[in-house]
């Protein structure tokens, strides 16, 4: 059995490092979005264990709005970034506009589950 030791971890991180430095601007800032909106939902359910979750509704909207937006940012990233074949037909800003019709929709659908 192989042991890992100190200087893996740091070559890993390194190579990480490396990696992300290359990666452009926009997908960055969309990486940023994604950790903002999971850290707004961890705060809320610290916050749920902490306080109590009386108006139970309202958590579980708080938390579905962060994590939801968080996947559809996440998607976002797919479509916009140019190294995935997979949408290379998809304008920019077609995946923009998908980004924000769903994200309308899924606010929406909060707003009616909070009653």
Request: hydrophobic letters at 50%; glycine letters at 4%.
């Amino acid at each position: 059995m192989v042991k890992s030791t100190s200087k893996d971890a740091q070559d890993l991180f390194r190579s990480l490092h490396s990696a992300y430095s290359a990666t452009p601007t926009n997908l960055k800032i969309i990486d940023l979005y994604v950790v903002f909106s999971v850290f707004t939902a961890l705060i809320q359910v610290a916050y749920m264990a902490l306080v109590g979750s009386f108006p139970f509704n309202s958590f579980l909207s708080g938390v579905l709005s962060c994590i939801g937006t968080a996947v559809l940012a996440v998607c976002l990233r797919i479509q916009v970034n140019k190294e995935n074949k997979e949408f290379k037909d998809l304008a920019p800003e077609r995946a923009f506009a998908d980004f924000v019709l769903c994200n309308l929709v899924l606010h929406l659908v909060i707003i009616n589950f909070l009653g």
